[in-house]
Nanobody, 132 residues
Framework: QVQLVESGGGSVQAGGSLTLSCVFSGYTSSSYCMGWFRQVPNNEREGVASIDSDGDTSYADSVKGRFTISPDNAKNTLYLQMNELEPEDTAMYYC??????????????????????????WGQGTQVTVSS
């Protein structure tokens, strides 16, 4: 059973930094696509960043240059380093995975990061709150 467990959320002032972690387990495929998403109440969940097993990354326009997605395969952990946080970054952040997918197949619409195929597995989320 694939499991994803996020941590690292919290409250921070604008301009600050946080690093989210996602520990994944339950699959051994060397091919994967993993991503970070976020959602605020009454809004749709939106893609933040993704990375595939070739190391190709994609970011939503709103976070480019501020956020970095990276895996530590030895620790079965996916990170999201978030710098220069803004109040608009306040949301519940979710880790997601598509084991066996060699590529994430992202595309953009008005700067939003979208994916042709859905992610199969999701974590429970970790809250990030940025105050002005």
């Amino acid at each position: 059973q694939v499991q994803l467990v996020e941590s690292g959320g919290g409250s921070v002032q604008a301009g600050g930094s946080l690093t989210l972690s996602c520990v994944f387990s339950g699959y051994t495929s060397s091919s994967y696509c993993m991503g970070w998403f976020r959602q605020v109440p009454n809004n749709e969940r939106e893609g933040v960043a993704s990375i595939d097993s070739d190391g190709d990354t994609s970011y939503a326009d709103s976070v480019k240059g501020r956020f970095t997605i990276s895996p530590d395969n030895a620790k079965n952990t996916l990170y999201l380093q978030m710098n220069e946080l803004e109040p608009e970054d306040t949301a519940m952040y979710y880790c997601a995975a598509k084991p066996g997918a060699g590529a994430c197949d992202p595309y953009y619409s008005d700067g939003d990061l979208l994916f042709w195929e859905p992610f199969a597995y999701w974590g429970q989320g970790t809250q990030v709150t940025v105050s002005s």
